[in-house]
């Protein structure tokens, strides 16, 4: 179905190729998993498979790209819209009509597709992917994982015999993943639809893979079974992670194999695994929320919470798809709205603390820090120093001694060394992006840092120094609260978890406590050793050092 014929992709304001020699063949039917580092080039494989590279990205494309027959470099997207359907790693940015009905119809009706087959595909398409009672709602309401369903609704409808999907899992909860995941796989089984999917929560998709592309910095490629290309890869989920830990052959890819495997090893463990990893035990409460409530018109998305903050804790706020985790962030922070309730927050010389909300924004970004799901919302001059400068000064203005009184550029330089100064905000990868962005907000030096889906576009490397970052942020006695549906990040960095449904808080406790106790929420080594209490290799690893004679 897709033949790659040594292709070879090569931007002009690069020395290297992005893609180096590219020679394989994608058989009808096949699931292909895209992995590797972040940067290193999957958007840009995927793109040349409906002819986005290079007849809109530009560069070089030297070889071959056929798809179904038509080579990519006489073929415009345009031309390969019948054959191939793409969802981006952005959805908003994809979406041309209002609401959730109009742009499932968009693209049948630029192919001329019948109204009377529209419609019925339509009706499937809602129920598919279980947004069936989103027809009416405008789609820029919807939140981050409803978007993604109705991305991958809109090219589902069009019947594409090619899909190619860039992240489509990053922004949906465990149990919205399982489900998109388990209609992709669906269509290729009984419909025989090939699909390319890239993704850097494998823990997510390995299992379903038929074959793995893993591109590598250089540009070079390895493809092969799954269980072959994971066994030397330098990203792999847990549960490859425990596989090779414990040696276990064949390497295991789902969770199911991987308890078959297991069962020795769980006597080998000490049965409780719920010492704490990190030794962050919290101080005292820096904010305090209380009654919050947050409106948008007749739906109510925060629902009267109350919560506290400590000192010297990282926080993993959870919970499905729209049930108010981001509104929740905002009214902490006091730049979204608030219709009830209050927020403290302690600051020197203010018995009773300050409430953001009433404060000018600079002054609220001194007690409380916010990185959104899109960090580069917050980026808007031409280089990261001037980006830096602007923090640095905004910083200085302060007139008090909350700033943290070190150059942006010098936390940056901590939280991602090498950036070049000089680069465009926008021309970073994500992982950069966000530490530019972090870097600009710990220059006000808050006592509370809030952060709205980081990991977002990180491959696993990215989210380990993530995750350190953020540990000595709290060790260092700032309280940072993380939104997250990355549940294997959550059981790395988490002291404490509270699970949102509704608008209200239905979990607050350890890390251990309610990941484990969650079949949704469980990190994939819990689910391999329990009952035993372990979330992540490295505590197993630490077990086993312990253990040994």
């Known amino acids: 179905m897709i033949r790659f014929d040594h292709m070879t992709v090569t931007y002009s304001e690069q020395s290297s190729p992005v893609l180096r020699d590219v020679d394989l063949l994608v058989e009808e039917g096949e699931l ?3 992995v590797g580092p972040t940067g290193a080039g999957k958007s840009t494989f995927l793109g040349t498979v409906n002819g986005l590279v290079p007849h809109f990205s530009g560069g070089t494309l030297a070889g071959r790209v056929t798809v179904g027959g038509r080579d990519t470099r006489a073929h415009r997207p345009r031309d390969l819209a019948d054959l191939v359907g793409v969802v981006s790693q952005d959805p908003l940015a994809g979406f041309v009509t209002d609401t959730v009905e109009e742009e499932l119809a968009y693209g049948m009706e630029q192919l001329a597709i019948a109204p009377d087959v529209m419609r019925k595909r339509v009706e499937e398409t809602l129920d598919l992917l279980g947004v069936a ?13 409803q978007q993604q369903r109705v991305a991958i609704g809109a090219v589902l409808t069009t019947h594409p015999r090619v899909l190619v999907l860039d992240e489509p899992t990053s922004a949906l909860d465990p149990t919205a993943a399982e489900e998109v995941l388990a209609t992709i796989t669906r269509l290729v089984h009984d419909l025989g639809v090939t699909v390319l999917l890239a993704e850097h929560r494998l823990e997510r998709v390995v299992q379903y893979a038929d074959r793995i592309v893993e591109i590598h910095r250089n540009g070079r490629v390895t493809y092969g079974p799954p269980a072959l290309v994971l066994a030397t890869s330098a990203v792999a989920p847990p549960v490859v992670e425990l596989g090779r830990l414990a040696g276990w052959e064949p390497l295991p890819l789902s969770i199911r194999d991987a308890r078959r495997s297991a069962r020795h090893l769980r006597q080998r463990l000490p049965a409780e695994g719920r ?12 904010l305090r929320a209380r009654n919050v409530v947050v ?4 739906t ?5 919470v109350e919560v506290e903050l400590d ?10 798809n729209g049930s108010g985790k981001s509104s929740l962030l905002w009214a902490l922070q006091g730049s979204g709205p608030r219709h009830a309730g209050t927020v403290t927050v302690d600051a020197p010389g203010r018995p009773g603390g300050l409430d953001p909300a009433r404060l000018p924004a600079g002054e609220a970004r001194r007690l409380v820090g916010l990185i959104p799901q899109t960090p580069t919302d917050l980026l808007y001059l031409d280089t990261v120093a001037a980006e830096c400068r602007q923090a640095d000064l905004e910083a200085a203005g302060a007139g008090d001694d909350r700033s943290s009184g070190v150059p942006a550029l010098q936390l940056l330089e901590e939280l991602a060394p090498g950036i070049d100064p000089l680069a465009h905000p926008r021309d970073l990868s994500e992982g950069q992006r966000l530490a530019l962005v972090l870097a600009i907000q710990l220059t006000a030096a808050p006592p509370v840092l809030l952060l709205d889906e980081p990991t977002r576009g990180l491959d696993y490397r990215s989210k380990e120094h993530l995750g350190a970052v953020l540990g000595r942020l709290a060790a260092g006695g700032r309280s940072v609260v993380v939104a997250t549906h990355d ?3 959550a059981a790395k960095v988490a002291d404490r978890v509270i699970v949102m449904a509704a608008g209200d808080l239905v979990a607050d406790g350890s890390a251990v406590d ?6 949704a929420y469980a990190p994939q080594v819990a689910k391999i050793l329990a009952p035993a209490h372990y979330l992540t290799v490295d505590q197993v690893a630490t077990a086993l050092r312990s253990t040994s004679p």
Not at 295 to 298: F, T
Not at 514 to 519: D, E, G, K, Y
């Open 300 to 304: 109510v998305a925060v629902g009267g």
């Open 295 to 298: 409106r948008y018109g007749p």
């Open 514 to 519: 309610i990941l484990t106790a969650s079949p």
């Open 311 to 320: 000192a010297g804790r990282v926080t993993a706020l959870m919970g499905r």
């Open 32 to 34: 292909v998993l895209v």
């Open 487 to 489: 549940v294997e990040f």
């Open 133 to 145: 009672d989103l027809r009416d709602r405008p789609l820029h309401q919807l939140s981050g994982g």
């Open 275 to 286: 010492e704490p990893v990190r030794g962050r035990t919290g101080g005292t409460p820096v």
